[in-house]
């Protein structure tokens, strides 16, 4: 099964958002004494610590048991990643609910507050609407921009993989955010376009320094990730259509240390540029948009797939005459750095992988590049 979170908004009156805010903050208060305490005496098991603060964090913040637990179980799970640095929440950070101090139905929530229970009206779009009947037991409430929401999980199942009958590779960042072994090219002029706006606005923001720039820029911060996101949703899910579409699998890259080899190529302000990009973010959504479409997701070696020749096979740096341009200086093959990448995607999948298909004994350009 694959998980997917949706976020529902709530719907709270200024009496509610009294009794939530107030909730929120002695929640977080409690995660901050107990991560102090945990740093304290180095203890990252969870047993032990709740013999250790559960009493006290029940009467000093005047939290139900139930609320106990989960901040214990918070902070643990964030000790646990970084045992030299103590954890730190924000006051109005998130909230972790269960299903002992939370109900969650289509139209309404109840949730547990410091004041007893409060139920909530819920807008629940069309596409939550479907998929409700999966809503596992745990949520999240985050407070933003004003706004009650509420962070569900649920169960998509995962179809069976279909016999794949050839191989769509795509080649992701840099110039372009992803482009693929049929030639198609997701651009990144917009994002580019959009990058700058915001690059402008912050710098305008930062200068200024009041505490009106700074809200400004907390909420500039939220446009640009939701921005990215839906980018990253359009494109993965165009991929995905693409390949199920015409039976093929989908060969990616290891996207580990993408980052660092995309700083190393650009310099001065192309590094701000390259870096700032959700790589990993588009992985993600390829990865779990193909489990529960039951499209085949290989992944292969990135090593030297921009400097070899998918023709000759010839691999050299000097293969790359610029950050767009590939010609061999073996055969002289020239075409677009990306695509080259693309195809030479395919052709290692092809070969680390069985996919059902005569066709990929072939090694001509269009049966590698088409899959047909």
Known sequence: MVLQSLMIKLESTEEDKVKLLET???????????????????????????????????????LTAQFAIRIISKVVEAYKKDKTIKPTFKILGSIQYDQRNSRVCIDEVSLMTLKGRLKLKARVGDYQRVRFDRVKGQCDLIYRNNTFYLIVVVDAPEKSEYDATGILGIDLGIENIATDSDRQIFESKKVEEKRQKYLRLRSTLQRTGTKSAKRKLKRLSGKERRFKKDTNHVISKSIIS????????????????????????????QRDKYSKWAFGELRNFLTYKSKIEGVPLIVVNPKNTS??????????????????????????YNEMSDYVAARNIVIRAAVNQPVVAPVLVVTSHDALAHGS
């Open 24 to 62: 929120i903050q002695e929640y977080n208060k409690a995660c901050n004494f107990v991560a102090d305490r945990a740093f304290t005496l180095k203890l990252s098991n969870k047993f032990k610590l709740q013999k250790e603060v559960y009493r006290e964090i029940r009467e000093r913040f005047n």
């Open 242 to 269: 693409k390949a199920k579409g015409t039976i093929r699998a989908i060969a990616i890259e290891d996207l580990k240390g993408i980052r660092s080899k995309v700083t190393v190529i650009s310099r001065g302000s």
């Open 307 to 332: 400097t070899q020749c998918p023709e000759c096979q010839y691999t050299d740096k000097q293969n790359r005459k610029a950050r767009n341009e590939f010609q061999c200086i073996g055969c002289g």
